[in-house]
């Protein structure tokens, strides 16, 4: 979650520097050697969308979108194949390379995670994320939406401790990496996380980590439902950006972003193969979001929808959350059919283009209606009913 929005930071930082004219239509594959952040890569790949002076945003055979701009371009060629992605064996081959020794890979329909830890570990995951994929594919198809199941493998990584995450997790976040059991990102388009049985607050005396009964048995505890959230959150974010519900580097509204994410937190660790989850009222989020309501603190509905810092400032971010879980609960429970058609149009926005505050404020209006304060008294109203 906090890795997110510090993805999204650096995104808006990098958009800011393309400078788009005209979309031009992929029609090769293009081979792009380019300084990086320092490093020198090899990137080969479609380009999605290019301006006038070079800069490009690639897309890889992995799935990988990486912005590049001109002045990093050390050279390019170009050939008339057509970019095919990975299959599954062919993306656990690439992770195991990049991550080295010790790594092993578990394949699951739609998930290839390579792990460090055990590998009933690695696949209880895989079974949870297959479970909450189904499930929100058909709940998203069902209010009308157009998804569908990802074709190409989504790529996992766990460690096994914590330690070894945050050292590949700086990598690519910095010193925010801090605080985060897990993130997704969308320029690599993984999940990242680290084996939780490990987590020492969670562990028992004499409790046992082996088996799939143990680490259900461990992650069923209360203690462990916030952790099992965030790989949930993330797992969200993941498909929803591969189903085509929404779309990464179109940089779609934080609020309903994050909103939906945590909208789905609500973890459902049953061995049923169908997910009870959804839906369900996410009582930390609420419990904070009513706090604010009754100290006269909470967000205004407007500047949740303009006000990006909201969630990346650490003072306020918690309430951010708590407020954009609690309007992405409303707008879905009583105002489907608008959600669904705000969905569907933000999905079609152009890559690379951040909205200024009236263009967001207006496509909201377009769908919720020009009463903002109409909307905000239905919204107390039926949300201080909730037991
Ligand atoms: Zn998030």
Redesign the pocket.
């Known amino acids: 979650?906090t890795s997110?929005?510090i993805q999204i930071c650096w995104l808006i930082l990098v958009a800011g520097l393309f400078h788009i004219s005209q979309p031009r239509p992929a029609r090769a594959v293009e081979h792009v050697m380019a300084n990086i952040d320092g490093r020198e890569l090899e990137l080969s790949g479609k380009v999605l969308i290019e301006d006038s002076v070079g800069s490009m945003l690639l897309e890889t055979d992995e799935g990988a979108m990486w912005p590049i701009e001109a002045r990093m371009i050390r050279s390019r060629t170009s050939d008339s194949e057509p970019l095919v992605s990975l299959d599954k064996k062919q993306l656990a081959q690439r992770l195991l390379k990049e991550m080295g020794p010790g790594f092993q890979s578990h394949e699951s329909k739609h998930y290839v995670v390579v792990f460090n830890t055990t590998r009933t570990y690695a696949k209880w995951c895989s079974s949870l994320l297959e479970r909450l994929q189904r499930a929100f594919i058909a709940y998203w198809s069902k209010r009308g939406c157009e998804v569908r199941a990802p074709t190409a493998p989504l790529a996992v990584l766990v460690f096994s401790d914590k330690a070894s995450y945050l050292h590949h997790a700086k990598k690519e976040l910095g010193e925010g990496a801090g605080n985060a059991i897990g993130y997704y990102s969308f320029g690599t388009n993984r999940i990242v996380m680290y084996d939780l049985t490990g987590v020492q607050q969670l562990r028992r005396e004499n409790s046992r980590r082996g088996t799939k009964h143990d680490i259900t048995a461990l992650l069923s505890q209360p203690e462990a439902e916030p952790l099992v959230a965030t790989i949930v959150?993330?797992a969200t974010?993941q498909i929803s950006f591969n189903c085509g519900l929404q779309k990464r580097f179109s940089f779609p509204p934080i609020w309903l972003?994050?909103g939906m994410?945590v909208y789905f937190e609500t973890p459902d660790l049953s061995g049923s193969r169908s997910w009870g989850g959804i839906g369900k009222v996410n009582y930390s989020r609420w419990d904070r979001y009513r706090g604010r309501v009754r100290a006269g603190q909470e967000i205004r509905l407007k500047s949740l929808l303009v006000n990006d810092n909201l969630f990346r400032e650490p003072r306020t971010a918690l309430d951010a959350y708590a407020a954009a879980w609690a309007w992405n609960y409303f707008l879905i429970k009583w105002h489907p059919e608008e959600y669904t058609s705000y969905l569907k149009e933000l999905a079609e926005k152009p890559l690379l283009v951040v909205d200024d505050k009236a263009t967001k404020l207006a496509d909201f209006r377009k769908h919720f209606g020009k009463d903002l304060g109409a909307l905000e008294d239905d919204f107390y109203r039926r949300m201080s009913r909730i037991k």
Do not use: L, P, Y
């Open positions: 979650m997110f929005r959150h993330e974010h972003s994050e994410a």
